[in-house]
């Protein structure tokens, strides 16, 4: 037995369907962005605090995401990531062997 899906006729109906299916793409990629993000923070080793992961999980705006997974890159700490504390690696160390 199959379903057939319905259509939706009303531009009221159009136009909500179309809202909601847009308002998911989006959580869907802010969860896929956050996800990133953290594996970012974690293959280099730095250690992801409990705040740090629930602000980087609650962020829904695009450009703060670009920002953080750009700065995930250089960050020593996950404070330094979200400005809490001195941002970056100021020199990195060079193997002279």
């Known amino acids: 037995m199959t379903s057939s899906p319905r259509s939706i006729s009303t531009p ?7 809202r ?4 998911g793409l ?13 594996e970012v923070l974690k293959i280099r080793g730095v250690h992801i605090l409990d705040d740090a992961r629930a602000y980087i999980n609650a962020c829904t705006d695009q450009a703060e ?4 997974l750009n700065h995930a890159l250089i960050a020593i700490s996950t404070d330094a990531l979200l ?3 001195e941002p970056y ?4 160390p060079v193997d002279r062997s």
């Open 12 to 18: 009221f109906g159009r136009e909500h369907f179309a």
């Open 20 to 23: 909601g299916y847009v308002a």
């Open 26 to 38: 989006k959580k869907v990629r802010a969860e896929a962005t956050a996800q990133h993000v953290l």
């Open 65 to 68: 995401f670009d920002s953080l």
């Open 83 to 85: 400005g809490w504390a």
């Open 89 to 92: 690696v100021t020199e990195v």
